[in-house]
Each structure stands twice: as structure tokens, then as C-alpha cells.
């Protein structure tokens, strides 16, 4: 009876492996059928693209290079999946390597395409650009009379580089303006420098620029810090910061917490996640973070990361919303692919993508009111003023005020700037309530 029983269950066991197998078996011939599907489907479109190419070659009005027509159509391909992806041929890769170094020709200006529509992401500071009074949004129309409508971005981009000194002349529509406007500008050799640090006069806060995010930042952010550590708080200013390489806005905001995600992308292959060093923290200072509709990219990972860790208030207006990892992958020596390959995500789970970062006190762009800034008669509004002595004292805070602009922002700055104001103003009351990190 024992024997029996043992041999039904052998039996049920090699019955189950049967079935198991069968099952396998039967799920891999769905599977391999579903891979020789896809396996034709790619030989069919690999014909029509062949098939194409020798009828462009053959009936095109004008003769054409395969090599030039392939370049074309990897240009096309790249831009067609989104506004950030594309196709780096040679020049193109080159460019892109001179522009992460800190140095490069041009404008000084970060476009986009936004909606379909060749948009300005944000002026570098103390660029033609910049000078020329371009903003955030604005969108450029035509270049040099060319039409951008249809351009895509790299084309748009080498058009607007050039040798220094060559004149250019970009047509402009800014929200709020009745018609375009043409603005002339004459191209330089653009030497950003991505860090700066100065003292807000009469108080002890330190302002800290970033304007791009370049190879250098963490290093001379990190410098600044510890040359000025002796601060009762720290501004840093985003503002019209248009981005750059992911490393650098971790390392960044890492000066500033100890622990905790900073920023996680998810695509398809792999998802990843940057955590705080402990070890890299340097800065415990009350902390503020302007940003602006320039601010981008890397400067929203950021201000988001900072604000999600409760670390910084954020001041200003609604950041860009460029939410999508770029990742350059070289197709050889000379040429490569800018892919998107994954979307970046805050400490708390949400993305910015389309959306930006939204500032905890919302200021935006303009003077500080003059009742604000109180009440005061200078010596040149009283009638009876001694001209001389005036002229003297004039002179002499000509020459103090150029030898302090270089590491101070001055009181008349502050005046200018309603942002930066409110900025002082929340360190102060941070600073009061004790809240630090």
C-alpha cells in the first residue's frame, strides 16, 4: 500500500514537471514568435528607410551625399521624440564639450524649445545677451532674418554662434510687448564664471552666485563657503541659471544637508537615486534660494531638493520646468546622440517637469518701494548746498563705492532688486527664529 501511494505521487510529481515543461515550452514559442515579429517589423522599416534614400539620391533636384542624407535623418529622428534630443555631429559634439568646460563663442544665451517655439531659457550674466536686455521666455522669431519656425535646435544654435565681433540681429516677441522687436547684438568669446561670492553691505550675509553649472561649481562653491564661513546666512541666487551637468547640482546641494535623497531619475533601463554625503556637508547657515523663470534644469534640482528637505525657503517666481535627463552617447569618435533617458524626480516623489518649482514666498521682479526704503533728504536736494565740497565727496564715494563692488553688495543694489531685498529680509527672520539645519 505504501509502495502504491509513493509511486502516485512520483507519478503526480513527473506529471506536474510535464505540464511545467510543456508550459515552458509553449511560452517560449509565444515569445519567440513575438521576437520574430518584432525582428521583421525592423527588417520592413529598414527597407523603406533603404528604399528611400536611393529615390532621394536618384530624383532629388540636386545631388546628394548618403553620408550628409544619414545625418540628416539621425537629426530628424533625435528632434522628433522630444525638444531636448538630438543628433551631435561633429561640430556639435565639439561645442558641447567647450561649453561644460566654461569657455566657449556666441551670445551668451540658453535657448529652448518651448510649445514649438524657439525660447529664450536664460542670459548669462554680464554676456551680449544679458546686455541686451533679453529674458527668460522671450521668443526668438527670426535670426539674422531666417525664419526659426521649423529650425530645429542645433541649426538655431550654430546660427546664432559665430566669430567674435560679427554682428547679429535676433527677432523678438516678449509676452506683455504689442509687436516683435528686433535686437542687434555683436557676438564675443563668452568666458562664464560660474561662481561668485560678495558680502551684503551692513549685514553679515553672504550672497552666492551660481550662473551655470559648469564642471567647476562645487569646487568654487565650496571654496567660497569656506572662505566666508563666519556668516549669519547664505543667499544663493539661481536666478536665470540655466542648468548644466547633474554631478554638479548634486554636489551643490550636498554642501548644504547631510543626509537624505537629493534627486532620483527613473527611465527605462535603470533607475537611480543621488543620496547626501554626510561627510560633505559644510554649511549649517540660514539659507535662501532665488530663482526665477530662467532658473533650470540642474538649478531646479536644487531649489527643489532644498526646499523638499526643508533646508532653504525658496524666493522669487516659478522655475522653467525642465524636468528630463540628458545623457550624451558617443555613436563614435567624432559624433554622438543627446538622448533623453529618464525623468528627474524631487525628494518627495514629485517632478518638475512642465511644472518647475514653485517658490515658498513668491516675489516678482522690480525696485524696492521707495516708502519701503524710508524717507531721506542727500545734501544735493537742498538748495544751499556747498557745490564744491559736494563734488569732493562725490569723488570719494565714486572710489570707495568701485573698490567695495567687487565684494559687496551695496545698499543701492539691494534698492534696485525687490527679490534680493525679500531675500535679506526672510535670512533675518530666519536668523531670529532660530531655524538652521
Avoid: W
Avoid at 526668438?140 to 550654430?158: P, R, S
Avoid at 567695495?404 to 532688486?417: R, V
Wanted: hydrophobic residues 40%; charged residues 30%.
Amino acid at each position: 500500500m505504501e509502495f502504491v501511494l509513493k509511486n502516485k505521487n512520483l507519478l503526480a510529481i513527473f506529471a506536474g514537471f510535464i505540464g511545467s515543461l510543456i508550459l515552458c515550452v509553449a511560452l517560449s514559442g509565444v515569445v519567440y514568435a513575438k521576437d520574430e515579429e518584432r525582428l521583421q517589423k525592423r527588417f520592413e522599416s529598414l527597407d523603406k528607410f533603404n528604399k528611400t534614400l536611393q529615390i532621394v539620391e536618384q530624383y532629388y533636384v540636386d545631388d546628394q551625399n548618403v553620408s550628409d542624407l544619414i545625418d540628416k535623418a539621425l537629426s530628424g529622428l533625435l528632434s522628433n521624440l522630444d525638444a531636448h534630443s538630438s543628433f551631435l555631429d561633429e561640430k556639435d559634439f565639439e561645442d558641447m564639450k567647450i561649453q561644460t568646460s566654461g569657455e566657449f563663442g556666441g551670445l551668451g544665451i540658453t535657448v529652448g524649445m518651448k510649445d514649438g517655439a524657439l525660447s529664450v531659457v536664460a542670459p548669462m550674466e554680464g554676456t551680449p545677451a544679458d546686455r541686451a536686455g533679453l529674458k527668460s521666455g522671450d521668443v526668438i522669431l527670426k535670426i539674422n532674418e531666417e525664419a526659426t519656425l521649423g529650425m530645429n535646435l542645433n541649426d538655431a544654435v550654430d546660427k546664432m554662434r559665430g566669430k567674435a565681433g560679427t554682428k547679429i540681429t535676433l527677432t523678438i516677441f516678449r509676452k506683455g510687448v504689442d509687436k516683435p522687436f528686433e535686437v542687434r547684438l555683436i557676438r564675443e568669446i563668452i568666458r562664464v564664471e560660474s561662481v561668485y561670492a560678495k558680502k551684503i553691505e551692513d549685514e553679515d550675509i553672504l550672497y552666492l552666485r551660481v550662473t551655470n553649472f559648469d564642471k567647476n561649481v562645487v569646487e568654487k562653491a565650496k571654496k567660497e563657503l569656506q572662505k566666508h564661513s563666519d556668516n549669519r546666512g547664505i543667499i544663493l541666487d539661481l536666478r536665470n541659471n540655466p542648468g548644466g551637468l547633474l554631478n554638479q547640482a548634486v554636489g551643490l546641494t550636498n554642501l548644504f544637508v547631510n543626509e537624505g535623497i537629493i534627486v532620483s531619475q527613473k527611465g527605462r533601463s535603470e533607475n537611480q537615486e543621488y543620496r547626501a554625503n554626510p561627510h560633505n556637508k559644510i554649511s549649517s547657515s540660514s539659507l535662501v534660494v532665488l530663482v526665477n523663470g530662467g532658473s533650470a534644469s540642474a538649478s531646479e534640482i536644487v531649489s527643489g531638493a532644498l526646499q523638499d528637505l526643508k533646508r532653504a525657503i525658496i524666493v522669487g517666481e516659478n522655475t522653467f520646468g525642465k524636468g528630463s535627463v540628458q545623457q550624451i552617447i558617443p555613436i563614435n569618435k567624432t559624433e554622438a546622440l543627446r538622448l533623453t533617458v529618464a525623468r528627474y524626480y524631487l525628494p518627495s516623489g514629485r517632478t518638475i517637469q512642465a511644472v518647475g518649482v514653485k517658490p515658498d514666498i513668491e516675489v516678482l521682479p522690480g525696485k524696492v518701494d521707495a516708502k519701503e526704503g524710508g524717507f531721506s533728504i542727500k545734501e544735493s536736494d537742498l538748495k544751499q548746498h556747498l557745490e564744491g565740497e559736494l563734488e569732493k565727496l562725490e569723488k570719494k564715494k565714486d572710489k570707495e563705492a568701485k573698490k567695495a563692488e567687487k565684494d559687496l553688495i551695496t545698499s543701492q543694489q539691494i534698492n534696485e532688486d525687490i527679490q534680493l531685498k525679500s531675500a535679506i529680509d526672510t535670512i533675518k527672520i530666519l536668523n531670529i527664529k532660530g531655524i538652521t539645519q
